[in-house]
């Protein structure tokens, strides 16, 4: 087997010679460059597996080097050597497509992860276990916006870049941090999923970075951070949104430093990993409102990564109910001697109708209850569960998203001088209790009788609590 060929465009002789050197020792050639020209020239003249070029150099910027090779040798990797502290211009080098970068003075441990990781990439064939791996779970659905989004996530893949998830609760943001990870050089290494908004406050530091035996009451043994558990592979930072102020500032010095100091320790400690977060929030609106560090978004948010609400896609929800449908059914022990039940095409149509303010997550459920109650083979519209309303209902994840007091006394009274609570709660996406909560602090709570005679005919015999306060 041929040693792997690394090109090193940099205009300082001593680097190039530092490079070289410790290449030498991983068993990977080298040819070098002094300018952009000239790196034209050597990627024409060999076939090379990797690229190494500084960012500023004397006929131009490295960046346009990146893009250069972006457009001509799109699976080559180019990784991008910036001066210290300048973590801008490693920003901009990875939205313009590098694959990671490494700061001057160059840490040489930094340099050999990061040599490593990119021959990994350079190998397009995944072995055969890994195949599998990565298949495990995979991005259910044909639909267009879909094949935009496994598109993106075989980019993503290719990077080390930073990528922040968003969509609503259900989605599949976890899914595609997982496919990222496991399509990327970093697959043999742990992926670490944390969920920011489940560890108490005061536990956040330590959790993340690990802290000394005595650095506080009940440490009674040194314990490894989550960072150190994810190093060699990816640390998916799930609802970052949720870290307090104190727990960013330490998390954006470990991503700018690439370090973790525990706490109770006295140095800090190199850490090599890969991270995704993610959130439901809209982290603009957080940081215009003082609840999120700017600086930490910039740095969290190099490539934005949108997962669409399942009501946009409906197209993709017989496949996916088919797909959860037969993963539910080979879990399920009642039913390890029948066949998996299939859709009757009128509750498919029903599915499609349903708005889904849970997403995937929720298509889940319906599913999981229909199976565990039909009685037959075939799942029917009645076996759903599912209660048909016209329009859209609204995804109310976020509590921020909610609509005010004033607006839902305007849902609720339609200029009739009557009520339809339970219409007035779909609409709204809420209970009818936390309708009820609501109008009882505008002191406008409706009486009972005061629904529309349509509607009390229907509602004859309902306990209490059903189009009542």
């Known amino acids: 087997m041929s040693k792997a060929l690394a090109l090193?465009?940099?205009?300082?002789?001593?680097?190039?010679?530092?490079?070289?050197?410790?290449?030498?020792?991983?068993?990977?050639?080298?040819?070098?460059?002094?300018?952009?020209?000239?790196?034209?020239?050597?990627?024409?003249?060999?076939?090379?597996?990797?690229c190494l070029s500084d960012l500023s150099l004397p006929d131009g910027s490295g960046l346009d080097l990146v893009q250069y090779i972006a457009l001509r040798y799109p699976d080559l990797p180019v990784a991008m050597i910036t001066a210290y502290g300048s973590m801008e211009s490693a920003v901009a080098a990875m939205k313009a497509g590098a694959f990671d970068f490494v700061a001057k003075p160059i840490d040489l441990v930094a340099l050999r992860n990061l040599v490593d990781a990119a021959l990994r990439l350079r190998r397009r064939s995944l072995p055969l276990g890994e195949q599998g791996a990565a298949s495990e779970n995979p991005l259910i659905g044909s639909s267009p916006i879909i094949a935009q989004i496994r598109a993106l996530i075989a980019k993503l893949a290719r990077t080390q870049a930073p990528v922040f998830i968003t969509g609503e609760s259900g989605t599949g943001k976890e899914l595609a941090a997982r496919l990222i990870h496991a399509q990327?050089?970093?697959?043999?290494?742990?992926?670490?999923?944390?969920?920011?908004?489940?560890?108490?406050?005061?536990?956040?530091?330590?959790?993340?970075?690990?802290?000394?035996?005595?650095?506080?009451?009940?440490?009674?043994?040194?314990?490894?951070?989550?960072?150190?558990?994810?190093?060699?592979?990816?640390?998916?930072?799930?609802?970052?949104?949720?870290?307090?102020?104190?727990?960013?500032?330490?998390?954006?010095?470990?991503?700018?430093?690439?370090?973790?100091?525990?706490?109770?320790?006295?140095?800090?400690?190199?850490?090599?990993?890969?991270?995704?977060?993610?959130?439901?929030?809209?982290l603009v609106r957080e940081v215009e409102e003082g609840r999120f560090r700017q600086d930490l978004f910039y740095r969290i948010n190099v490539i934005e990564l949108r997962m669409p609400a399942l009501r946009e896609h409906p197209e993709d929800i017989p496949e996916l109910a088919v797909y959860i449908l037969n993963r539910l059914a080979e879990r399920s022990l009642t039913r390890n001697q029948s066949p998996c039940p299939s859709l009757a095409p009128e509750a498919i149509a029903m599915l499609q109708r349903h708005p889904f303010p849970g997403n995937v997550r929720e298509l889940e459920n319906i599913l999981e209850r229909a199976l565990a109650l039909c009685e037959g083979i075939v799942i029917r519209p009645e076996d759903l569960y599912l209660q048909e309303r016209p329009g859209?209902?609204?995804?109310?994840?976020?509590?921020?998203?909610?609509?005010?007091?004033?607006?839902?006394?305007?849902?609720?009274?339609?200029?009739?001088?009557?009520?339809?609570?339970?219409?007035?709660?779909?609409?709204?996406?809420?209970?009818?209790?936390?309708?009820?909560?609501?109008?009882?602090?505008?002191?406008?709570?409706?009486?009972?009788?005061?629904?529309?005679a349509r509607d009390r005919r229907q509602n004859q015999g309902i306990g209490a609590g059903h189009g009542q306060c």
């Not at 990627?43 to 597996?49: A, F, K, M, N, Y």
């Not at 970052?240 to 370090?259: G, S, W, Y």
């Not at 109770?264 to 959130?279: K, N, Q, T, W």
């Open 8 to 50: 090193i465009v940099d205009d300082e002789a001593d680097l190039l010679d530092l490079i070289r050197i410790t290449l030498g020792r991983m068993d990977v050639e080298a040819v070098t460059a002094l300018n952009i020209a000239e790196a034209k020239r050597q990627l024409e003249r060999h076939r090379i597996d990797l």
């Open 184 to 282: 990327g050089p970093r697959r043999c290494g742990p992926f670490v999923p944390v969920n920011c908004g489940a560890i108490p406050p005061d536990l956040v530091e330590g959790e993340l970075f690990g802290h000394k035996k005595g650095s506080f009451t009940g440490a009674v043994a040194d314990k490894e951070g989550l960072f150190q558990a994810a190093a060699g592979g990816t640390l998916f930072l799930d609802e970052i949104a949720e870290l307090p102020l104190p727990a960013q500032v330490k998390l954006l010095r470990a991503i700018q430093e690439r370090a973790v100091r525990p706490v109770g320790a006295a140095h800090e400690i190199p850490v090599d990993v890969r991270l995704i977060s993610a959130s439901h929030r809209d």
């Open 392 to 452: 859209p209902r609204s995804s109310l994840d976020d509590p921020q998203t909610q609509p005010g007091l004033g607006q839902t006394a305007d849902l609720t009274d339609r200029g009739q001088g009557t009520w339809d609570l339970e219409s007035a709660a779909w609409a709204l996406g809420i209970s009818q209790l936390a309708l009820c909560y609501r109008l009882k602090r505008l002191g406008i709570g409706p009486v009972q009788g005061l629904w529309p």
